[in-house]
């Protein structure tokens, strides 16, 4: 399995441009997140989806939408970019609650830097 | 919501020593409680985790150690080696709630010096 994966790794936007992350996992996890990072702080969540046709805001939504036609992938797209959003991007999955398993681990891509200038 | 606190913010110790890193949550909802170790330029990964129902647990050189009443969690990296240098994220989640959104600290960042 490769996991996680994110496209691209790197990217510059100019203000006012739009772009999308993409992220696609092959482990058939139902749940899927994506997260900024930014210097010195932790992770902060965007928005999640719970399985194909679901998704909802996480704590920091704004200027960022989902989709989710497919329970593999999950991309993240920004309409307008503004220098606010130059971050670290992570997406991320979980199996869904299974039986017992209270609980599952939240396997992670490897990042998409993104920078607007 | 949730909030995570963690401490300290960086941390250096000599090799063979050992690493204590301590989180607070706020939420006494929260029932899952993993660590994740981020090396440069990767996304973080799971090292250890614990549930609510256990107070300890250990995995060759690292454990963690939950406390329900006080509401904190703590790292213990025992024997530290250089490769153990990383950003260490402690978080929060509620397996009960649905999407399962789990809340980070502001991470550790970690040096061993040899």
């Known amino acids: 399995n490769a996991g996680v994966t994110q496209t691209p790794k790197f990217r510059i936007l100019k203000i006012g441009q739009s772009m999308t992350l993409q992220c696609t996992q092959d482990m058939n996890h139902n749940y899927m997140y994506w997260y900024r990072q930014d210097p010195g702080m932790g992770l902060k969540l965007i928005y999640y989806s719970v399985g194909a046709g679901i998704t909802d805001k996480g704590e920091v939504p704004n200027g960022y939408n989902v989709s989710r036609s497919t329970t593999e992938d999950f991309p993240l797209r920004l309409e307008l970019a503004a220098p606010s959003q130059t971050s670290v991007y992570f997406c991320a999955s979980t199996p869904a609650l299974a039986g017992a398993h209270l609980y599952n681990e939240q396997f992670f891509g490897p990042g998409t830097r993104l920078t607007v200038l | 919501g949730e909030n995570v606190e963690q401490h300290p913010s960086t941390l250096s110790v000599q090799e063979g020593d050992s690493a204590v890193i301590k989180c607070t949550y706020s939420?006494?909802?929260?029932?899952?409680f993993p660590w994740y170790k981020q090396e440069l330029g990767k996304g973080p990964q799971l090292i250890i985790d614990?549930?609510?129902?256990?107070g300890e647990k250990k995995d060759q050189r690292i454990a963690v150690t939950l406390n329900k009443t006080a509401k904190h969690f703590s790292l213990h990296i025992t024997e530290t080696q250089p490769e153990d240098s990383a950003v260490y994220f402690c978080a929060a989640s509620n397996w009960l709630n649905t999407g399962n959104q789990f809340y980070f600290g502001t991470g550790t960042s970690l040096t061993v010096i040899p």
């Open positions: 939420d006494s909802a929260s029932n899952y």
């Open positions: 614990i549930r609510s129902n256990v």
